[in-house]
């Protein structure tokens, strides 16, 4: 599978964070933060993500 870039995924979040007004995090395959509008989150493991790859499908995560 081709893989996005980084500055690539990080257009993309930056974007719908324009539209939508919420943090967004963009998770590869290995459930590892690949941009985010977080930029602490970037380089970081993000389970749901994970979850959601295995799932084949969006995993709903209410606020913690």
Same mark, same amino acid.
């Given at each position: 599978?081709? *893989? $996005? ?9 930056? *974007? ?7 943090? $967004?995090?963009? $998770? ?8 985010? *509008? ?20 969006? $995993? ?5």
């Amino acid at each position: 599978m081709d *893989t $996005i870039r980084q500055k690539t995924a990080q257009q993309i979040v930056d *974007t719908v964070k324009s539209v939508c007004g919420f943090d $967004i995090n963009f $998770i590869g395959e290995d459930g590892i933060v690949l941009a985010s *509008t977080d930029p602490d989150r970037i380089g970081s493991f993000h389970e749901a993500g994970r979850q959601a790859v295995l799932a084949g499908g969006p $995993i709903e995560v209410g606020e913690v």
